[in-house]
């Protein structure tokens, strides 16, 4: 319990952005474009969408009791 007491939530929160926007910068070329032709709405809401189901399904395992031993950053 020590570990999370001592967590402090801000910087992780932080921290995972800052890794996805690297992540998205490597796989892309660089940083979002801000003007291109993508519409941000529709791809956050189907992101949103996708998390929905990622949860869903997790909260299942959890309720069943189904392990799943990959790891997790």
Same mark, same amino acid.
């Given at each position: 319990m020590e570990i999370l007491e001592n967590l402090d939530i801000r910087k992780e929160l932080v921290k995972k952005i800052q890794e996805r926007l690297l992540l998205g910068a490597d796989r892309y070329g660089g940083p #979002?474009? #801000?003007?291109?032709d993508r519409d941000? &709405?529709?791809e956050a809401?189907?992101?949103? &969408?996708? $998390?929905?189901?990622?949860?869903? $399904?997790t909260l299942i395992q #959890?309720?069943?009791g189904i392990n799943n031993d990959k790891k997790r950053n």
């Open positions: #979002i474009p #801000i003007n291109d941000f &709405l529709q809401l189907e992101e949103v &969408l996708d $998390a929905t189901i990622y949860l869903t $399904a #959890i309720k069943h």
